[in-house]
C-alpha cells in the first residue's frame, strides 16, 4: 500500500498494478487516483475490460496509446490466481 501512495504522490508510477482484496474502496480509490494521473481522454486512452481472454488482453495492452505517452488498462473479473501457462505470465 505504502508503494502505490509514494507513486501516485511522485507521480512516478509503474507499469502494472494488481489490485485485489477485500477492501474494494481501497482499491477503486488508488485506480481512480492512477486514472487521474494517466488518462485525459477516457475515449483513447482508457480501457476497462471483463474478458478472461488472454488475448483480448494483450492486444489491448500491445496497442500504442493516441496522442499520449501512457494509457490505462483496467482487468475486471480477471482472477489472476489461477494457473496460466508459462507464455501467459511471460506477457505480464
Known amino acids: 500500500m505504502q508503494k502505490i501512495k509514494k507513486a501516485i504522490k511522485n507521480k512516478n508510477l509503474d507499469h502494472l498494478y494488481f489490485f485485489h482484496g477485500p477492501e474494494r474502496y481501497l482499491s477503486e480509490y488508488y485506480l481512480n487516483q492512477v486514472k487521474k494521473l494517466l488518462v485525459q481522454d477516457e475515449e483513447f486512452n482508457y480501457q476497462k475490460l471483463y474478458a478472461d481472454d488472454i488475448s483480448e488482453f494483450q492486444e489491448t495492452v500491445e496497442a500504442c ?24 505470465y511471460q506477457f505480464l
Not at 501512457?70 to 501467459?88: A, N, P
Open 65 to 88: 496509446p493516441v496522442m499520449a505517452e501512457q494509457k490505462l488498462v483496467v482487468v475486471k473479473g480477471r482472477d489472476f490466481s489461477e494457473e496460466w501457462k508459462e507464455d501467459q
